[in-house]
T-cell receptor
Framework: DAGVIQSPRHEVTEMGQEVTLRCKPISGHNSLFWYRQTMMRGLELLIYFNNNVPIDDSGMPEDRFSAKMPNASFSTLKIQPSEPRDSAVYFC?????????????FGPGTRLTVL | AQTVTQSQPEMSVQEAETVTLSCTYDTSESDYYLFWYKQPPSRQMILVIRQEAYKQQNATENRFSVNFQKAAKSFSLKISDSQLGDAAMYFCAYRTRVGGGATNKLIFGTGTLLAVQP
């Protein structure tokens, strides 16, 4: 199994630009999570999906952030317009949810720098 | 709301020695999971060990073991025979076990950076 795949691994962009982060969960997993990691705030859950449906997006910082999961094998996190304070490492994780939950497997992360 | 606290921002251990990382949590729930994740410089988050709250026996995984004290809401990680490859940031995490759509949400502590001295 290839594990959770994220792209790009690094992204450098200028303030105001649109940024799209991509995630491919582990095949067979039906839960997907987007996290953000910064020195100041640590690891924060932004949003998660069960069976492609957003369950909890209370961690999404503001309307500039949006996430979609059009099918079981792909998700995107979009920031538009981007700001320097969005600079962080963004992780995608997936798990197989079966009532009592299961371990989350993390992707390698995308390091985003907004200049 | 549940919270997870790691009071040791940094720790250091000599190679081959034993080190214990602390974690406390706050919850009103009786059934939940607790995890330790390792994040080496590569940034990859790796699950080290997990504990189900209803199990009294402490979980072990090779050189890694936990001391789970449910009444005290404490969940420490012991690393025995420390190796250079154990150097990483370690995160304690909590997840509810109650049924429903919210069960998969992980709540992380702030992490402990472990250095291993040769």
């Amino acid at each position: 199994d290839a594990g959770v795949i994220q792209s790009p691994r690094h992204e450098v962009t200028e303030m105001g630009q649109e940024v799209t982060l991509r995630c491919k969960p582990i095949s067979g997993h039906n839960s997907l999570f987007w996290y953000r990691q910064t020195m100041m705030r640590g690891l924060e859950l932004l949003i998660y999906f069960n069976n492609n449906v957003p369950i909890d997006d209370s961690g999404m910082p503001e309307d500039r952030f949006s996430a979609k999961m059009p099918n079981a094998s792909f998700s995107t996190l979009k920031i538009q317009p981007s700001e320097p304070r969005d600079s962080a490492v963004y992780f995608c994780a997936s798990s197989f949810f079966r009532g009592s939950g299961n371990e989350q497997f993390f992707g390698p992360g995308t390091r985003l720098t907004v200049l | 709301a549940q919270t997870v606290t790691q009071s040791q921002p940094e720790m250091s251990v000599q190679e081959a020695e034993t080190v214990t990382l602390s974690c406390t949590y706050d919850t009103s729930e009786s059934d939940y999971y607790l995890f330790w994740y390792k994040q080496p410089p590569s940034r990859q988050m790796i699950l080290v060990i997990r504990q189900e709250a209803y199990k009294q026996q402490n979980a072990t995984e090779n050189r890694f073991s936990v001391n789970f004290q449910k009444a005290a809401k404490s969940f420490s990680l012991k690393i025995s025979d420390s190796q250079l490859g154990d150097a990483a940031m370690y995160f304690c995490a909590y997840r509810t076990r109650v049924g429903g759509g919210a069960t998969n949400k992980l709540i992380f502590g702030t992490g402990t950076l472990l250095a291993v001295q040769p």
